[in-house]
Structure formats: C-alpha cells, structure tokens
C-alpha cells in the first residue's frame, strides 16, 4: 500500500450537551487512535463520567456543577473554557469550528439533539458549515442519522435505522434522483415546506442520491 494512503479515516466525536445515553458510547466502540474526542459542555462531563478522556474540552461549562467541572478540568487533555455571556456561538458550534480547524475525514455529533429545538435546529444548520468546508459530517442520536447533501451521496442500508426521508435545508432542491429506493424520484424537486421525500425504504443495500442543486438534509431514523 502506498505509504501515503491512510488506512483509517481520522474523525472528530463531538459530544454536547443534548439527549446522550447508553446508545452514544456505541460511536466509542470503533475509536482507533487517530480519533479526537471533544466534548462540549455538558457533553464533556459525559465522556469524563463514562471513563473517556476528552482530548479537548470546550464551552462556558454553565450545565455543569463546580465539582463535575474539575473532574472535567482534571481529565482532559485540553481545557478551553469561554465567558457564557461574551460569546456569539453555542457550545457546539465552537465545537465544529475547532474540529474543522483541525481538517478531519469526518466529523460525527453526538448530543447535538435533545429538548431545546432552538439548539437541535441549530446545530443541524451546522451542517451546511461542514459541506461548505468539504468535510463529511453526520449528527447521530438513538433514533436518527442525519446528512446534508448538495451533489450525490452513496448511502447504506441500515436496519436498525429502516426509513429515510429527504428534506430540503435551502428554499428548493432540484434534480433529485434516487436509486435503490422502493419510491423511486428522477429529476424531481422538493421545495421548503413539502412532506414528499419523508419515510422512504431502500431495497438495496447501498443506494445513490443524486441533487442537481440546492442542500438536502438526508435523515435514516426509526421509531
């Protein structure tokens, strides 16, 4: 093999401070040694209380007590602590854009949703962030996969996350071609607002979307 050619992809984990359990250390279980761990906020004290080591810590640290955040301060191997009142970003998106500095293969969100649907949409906006910068980037949580799509995307069957649903993230999306799907699109187009793309199957085990123009939101969940 070409001594250039790596043989592991390098992601960046972010765990915020959203929805996280059991489930999110599943993500863990494929670390291998290039992997960043960065936790966001509450989302550090996850990882510090479940064994991991952060490499990098980050966020005003407001959703954590003074106690959790020593341990957190203690068990990092870098601590970036901001104002929580001087600052323009969430905890998360300061996350992204240190992750994106460090120009990864991939970025994974983990903890970006939960109960705040100000801070979920938000952070799926973020998206379009990392297809601007040309780095793969998914949110993942126990019931959804989510992707951001502005040319073609190959995408594998997964069972335990059976439907996929297409939902424009610009104003209109053009030239939507699908292959592999039980409800076949060719050259079709989605507008902000419309349900058509939601709960599709795939009949194969990797299927092909294809966009012409505009950003599609490429969400695999299950119940």
Request: aromatic share 6%; proline share 4%.
């Amino acid at each position: 093999m070409d001594g250039n050619v790596k043989d592991r992809t390098q992601r960046v984990l972010i765990f915020s401070g959203g929805d996280l359990g059991e489930w999110a250390l599943e993500e863990t279980d494929t670390l291998h040694g290039s992997d960043i761990l960065v936790g966001a906020d509450r989302g550090a004290w996850f990882l510090v209380s479940h064994g991991f080591r952060p490499d990098v810590a980050m966020g005003d640290f407001d959703s954590v007590g003074a106690s959790e955040l020593a341990d957190i301060r203690a068990n990092s191997g870098q601590f970036i602590p901001c104002d929580p009142i001087d600052k323009d970003w969430t905890d998360t998106e300061l996350a992204m854009n240190w992750a994106l500095e460090q120009n990864p293969d991939e970025i994974v969100l983990l903890g970006a949703l939960g109960s705040r649907f100000d801070h979920s949409l938000s952070n799926v906006h973020l998206l379009r962030k990392a297809l601007a910068a040309g780095v793969p980037c998914k949110i993942v949580d126990e019931h959804n996969e989510i992707r951001l799509v502005s040319h073609r995307c190959e995408i594998n069957r997964r069972p335990h996350f059976p439907q996929i649903s297409l939902l424009p993230l610009s104003e209109t999306v053009t030239g939507i071609t699908l292959h592999g799907f039980r409800y076949p699109l060719i050259n079709a187009t989605i507008t902000i607002g419309q349900s058509v793309g939601i709960s599709n199957i795939l009949e194969t085990e990797t299927g092909v979307i294809e966009v012409s123009q505009g950003l599609l939101l490429v969400i695999q969940s299950r119940d």
